[in-house]
């Protein structure tokens, strides 16, 4: 069941990484990225409220339990981590094509492997190897379509940026193993929902204050901000992909590595929209690239078992 909800967190993130690059466009990033941590956090404020109040027990798939300080540093940490990934994914999205960040974005769960290499001491068997081989391989091949767009990887920011953003993507994919895990696999044993919807709201006051420190007292001499309703789905398809992939984590047998992998399928929503919506190009150069992605992700995904 598990493999379920992943593969339809997969395709929620996808329209969520569409809908966010039409919010960006000829647009700022802050204040498109306060909204969405407002329309997240506004999102799950009924469930801590309800689950205070008792409108949702304790049997509740929305039941958020009572935390203490010692359960919220470990959240904070968490929301640090997401918003610096958002951060610079946010900014690479909007100055980069859809089709080049989406396959450097499905490259995360090498990096998860790796960081698990690393930090877990785990081995790679032969068909993980070949798949950690074919996403470095693919993000060289991208690199050379790239170039027909002006796009040069070794001294363009904004590729560094998504690099950073997916970098700290997986440290966040790590760091929830070790948040849901139970305290006698090593992990910390936190509720999902608790998880989720304090990180939301953590993330909107720190977006608040680079709102008021950063951003508005420079507004006029930076990117003018409009409305876009994309915005508001932004927030909407990133809180139902989350609480799809938080719930699959849950359950028995679930596998981090795999929903990881899974989860990065959401490209091939992300590269349809790039193609047929935002008319990008170099789509047949970009199509062998992603290929060799999901190539990779299904040696992985072979080496998992």
């Known amino acids: 069941m598990w493999l379920i909800f992943a593969f339809v967190s997969a395709a929620l993130l996808g329209f969520y990484d569409v809908f966010k690059k039409k919010s960006l466009k ?27 109040c008792g409108t949702f ?24 981590i997401v ?11 909007k100055h980069l094509p859809i089709t080049i960040v989406g396959p450097i974005n499905a490259t995360r769960p090498v990096m998860v492997l790796i960081g698990a290499l690393l930090v877990f001491g785990e081995r790679l068997n032969t068909y993980q190897w070949v798949g950690v081989i074919l996403a470095v391989f693919s993000f060289f091949m991208l690199s050379r379509s790239g170039k027909k767009e002006g796009i040069d990887f070794k001294h363009n920011k904004w590729i560094y940026f998504v690099v950073l953003a997916s970098m700290l993507g997986a440290v966040s994919g790590l760091y929830d193993k070790y948040l849901m895990a139970p305290p006698e696999n090593g992990g910390v044993g936190l509720d999902r929902m608790t998880v989720q919807s304090y990180y ?5 006051f720190m977006m608040g204050a ?18 876009d309703w994309c915005i508001l789905l932004i927030s909407l398809f990133l809180s139902a992909a989350d609480f799809v992939y938080f719930y699959a984590l849950s359950l028995d047998d679930a596998m981090i590595s795999i929903v990881s992998m899974i989860r990065r ?25 992603l290929i060799l992605v999901l190539l990779g992700m299904l040696f992985l995904y072979w080496g998992s078992h």
């Open 26 to 52: 000829e647009n700022a990033v802050i204040p498109v990225l306060f909204l969405n941590t407002l329309f997240c956090s506004l999102i799950f404020l009924p469930f801590i409220i309800g689950s205070a």
């Open 57 to 80: 027990g304790a049997d509740s798939m929305f039941y958020i339990p009572p935390t203490d300080w010692v359960t919220q540093k470990y959240v904070l940490l968490k929301s640090l």
């Open 83 to 93: 918003l610096s990934s958002w951060l610079f994914g946010y900014f690479g999205m």
């Open 200 to 204: 939301n709201i953590y993330q909107f």
């Open 210 to 227: 680079m709102m008021l420190l950063l951003w508005y007292p420079h507004r006029k001499r930076t990117t003018a901000f409009r409305w």
């Open 265 to 289: 399928g959401s490209v091939v929503v992300s590269f349809l929209f790039g193609a047929m919506v935002f008319r990008e190009k170099n789509l047949r150069s970009k199509a062998v690239d």
